[in-house]
């Protein structure tokens, strides 16, 4: 499955906090199956494409990294999947 995943930083996060984060970050491998991963240039956090079927190893990700990022994971499908289902719809 494709997961799209936009993760914003707690507020008002500590420059320590942030320094913990990254060493975090910098210690654990990409995870399984990222194909992008682009960070918010107002700071805040970021965007990443996921493309797995061990969600499981998506959650521990987020665990990880859930004392200082609120995370949105959202399954999605490329247009050109999606094209079938609408025509169905359609009729």
Same mark, same amino acid.
């Given at each position: 499955? /494709?997961?799209?995943?936009?993760?914003?930083?707690?507020?008002?996060?500590?420059?320590?906090?942030?320094?913990? /984060?990254?060493?975090?970050?910098?210690?654990?491998?990409?995870?399984?199956?990222?194909?992008?991963?682009?960070?918010?240039?107002?700071?805040?956090?970021?965007?990443?494409?996921?493309?797995?079927?061990?969600?499981?190893?998506?959650?521990?990700?987020?665990?990880?990294?859930?004392?200082?990022?609120?995370?949105? #994971?959202?399954?999605?499908?490329? #247009?050109?999947?999606?094209?079938?289902?609408?025509?169905?719809?359609?009729?």
């Amino acid at each position: 499955m /494709l997961y799209v995943t936009n993760y914003r930083l707690r507020p008002h996060m500590a420059k320590g906090e942030v320094k913990k /984060l990254m060493d975090i970050f910098g210690t654990r491998p990409r995870p399984q199956g990222e194909l992008a991963h682009y960070v918010r240039v107002d700071g805040g956090g970021g965007t990443t494409v996921i493309e797995t079927d061990d969600i499981a190893a998506s959650y521990a990700d987020v665990l990880a990294f859930s004392e200082f990022i609120q995370f949105d #994971v959202v399954p999605v499908l490329k #247009v050109e999947d999606a094209l079938a289902p609408i025509a169905e719809y359609l009729g």
